[in-house]
């Protein structure tokens, strides 16, 4: 086992990365290519050590013989040695191996994607959850463009299956950033249903006899969303059966950190290759939309503390309906009650609960301003002064 080192991979370009825990735990091999057998590399990996893990294992199909088009020309299909098993007992050991190294590696709060077909999808599923793994999601590739189905005999297939899963059924704080996703989704929420092209074109990597490279290479925006919904910058994302080295390519440009198995060499050379020529965008518009689940929780008496309100202001709802007078505790005052921002705006509707923040309004300059304006001021300072 080696590991292959990128000359442009990590020296000043990885240093400006945001920091992550992980980047202290093994620096050497970030950023790097570790050739070798996957159970083997994942071993000698740090335990609970690294943020995602993005696999495209052997698909096992099975194939009988050469396929061919109407034409008779040959397809260039899957018929490597790496994706040929004994039996389906065989595939299963060998991905009940890989995925107890991956699980061991990958941190409690970390989560895992595989991806696969018909062919082997259900199988790597069951394992998963044999193991202890606690799925999320199914999120279907649908291809614009799939190949056809030569023989006539069954419908064309036309997507492929990603499971995304978290350590464990218990899991929590794992990365899902919802609120950049639906921003970039024209305000909508994701669904697990994405449509995007196989890999071609001058994405497609091809040898010196116009070959493909690697027959299975995933194009790079399935990888740019798996990326952009679950980790955050300066995050390490594993992938353990590099190939081509997409996962190294999309981590270096969106600015995360990436760490590659694979034992093939012709694949390292041209996955080498590949990400040295990747630029990494400015940090600056990798920034992500921010979860209001992220952001710090204010007490409404902090705006009393920092002199934003002052114990006396009168509140009301935008359209003047109702008054509550600021206690100088931080409660509002209602016709002989007293109680929360929140449960006082639940109780002068009749309604069981309220968002304080957003019903109750201050006057400034002649208009009303939600006291939500001024819990960001403080927000803002906040971050000012960590900054």
Known sequence: MSV??????????????????????????????????CVAALESLPEKSVDVIF?????????????????????????????????FQAYDAFTRAWLLAARRVLKPNGTIWVIGSYHNIFRVGASMQDLGYWILNDVIWRKTNPMPNFRGRRFQNAHETM????????????????????????DLQMRSDWLFPICNGGERLKDENGDKV???????????RVMMAS?????????????????????????????????????????????????????????????KRAEPRIA?????????????????????????????????????????????????????????WTFWHYEEEGALQPIDALRQQVRKQMAAAGA
């Open 231 to 291: 980790t955050k910058p300066g995050d390490v994302v594993l992938d353990p059966f590099f190939g081509s080295g997409t996962t190294g390519a999309v981590a270096k440009r969106l600015g995360r950190h990436f760490i590659g198995i694979e034992r093939e060499q012709a694949y390292i050379d041209a996955a080498t290759a590949r990400i040295e020529a990747v630029e990494r965008a400015d940090l600056k518009t990798l920034k992500l939309v921010a979860s």
């Open 55 to 87: 696999a495209d294992p052997p698909y096992n199909l099975q194939l009988d013989g050469d396929l061919h088009r109407p034409d008779q020309s040959k397809v260039d299909a899957v018929d490597d040695h790496w994706d040929q098993f004994d039996s």
């Open 163 to 186: 499971i995304w899963a978290s350590h464990g059924q218990n899991a929590k704080g794992y990365t899902f950033n919802y609120e950049a996703l639906k921003a970039a989704n024209d």
């Open 4 to 37: 292959v080192r990128l000359a442009k991979g990590r020296t000043a370009a990885a240093a400006k990365l945001p920091s992550s825990p992980s980047s202290s735990v093994f620096p050497d091999v970030l950023d790097t290519i570790i050739k070798g057998d």
């Open 300 to 356: 409404f008496v902090t705006l009393l503390d920092g002199g934003l309100l002052q114990p006396g202001a009168r509140l009301t709802d935008a359209k003047r309906r109702w008054a509550a007078t600021v206690q100088a505790d931080g409660s509002l005052h209602h016709e002989g009650e007293q109680a929360s921002i929140h449960r006082m705006g639940a109780r002068v509707q009749g309604l069981d609960a309220c968002n304080g």
């Open 214 to 224: 690697h027959p299975t290479q995933k194009p790079e925006a399935l990888l740019a």
